[in-house]
């Protein structure tokens, strides 16, 4: 194990060229950054990995209640550590995976040398199909076992797992004011049909890395894709 100094953090992890490479995108440049007037927002952080998103929302909002979700047993290790070691309150973590069930599957982990935990899928080969994987067992929830009050921000990073999560949780959207979604493309997925459920109530937009991807060109656009969905002013909370 490793540790570093992340601005007022010590963030402590196993692989350096993952965390630095997390690091960057978190932390410098802002990928998960959003605003609100609630000085202690609702907000749920799917794949939070070691932990550097939740720390980054607490360094946003201190006041901010976060509900960390991970089913990697050596990942949610470290992101217990982490809250821990920061001395970071106003955190519930939950050991487990999102899916359009509660129960168990099969997750599947790097299984080289670089172990990118950060990767972990419920498809073998992770998203990409070319990774050589391992599989564990590990519990399920879904999310609307979680949006069950009004939600600030939501944050899903789960490696090709997005549409069968929110189209389980299409009647408990509404609730969900803003989502950064990583879109993570794979034959089970279609970002069409998941752009036509989040429409019905949000403006959605859509990035490449950090260039804007039109909608009539979605067909061919491929690899991992951001989604930004705004709550639309008129749905009703109910």
Known sequence: MQNSRLQNYTIYYNNSEEYHTLKREVFTA???????????????????????????????????????????????????KNIFENQITGVTTIQAALSDQTGQEQLFLDETNEQWHSTASFHKGSWVGSQKTTSITVPTHT??????????????????????????????????????IEFHTHATQSLKKLLDLLEQTHKVELYKNTTPILKEKIHKTSGLIQIRAYRRSKTKLV
């Open 30 to 80: 802002d990928c998960y950054y959003f605003e609100t007037e609630n000085p202690t927002p609702y907000i749920i952080d799917a794949g939070a990995h070691i932990g550097l998103s939740t720390l980054y929302f607490k360094q946003l909002f201190p006041g901010a209640e976060i509900l960390a979700i991970e089913p990697n047993p050596g990942s949610f290790g470290l992101l217990e």
């Open 143 to 180: 999310l609307s076992d979680f949006v069950t009050r009004p939600v600030d921000f939501l944050k899903l990073d789960i490696e090709g797992s997005e549409q069968k999560v929110l189209f389980e949780a299409k009647n408990s959207l509404h609730l969900i004011k803003e989502m950064h």
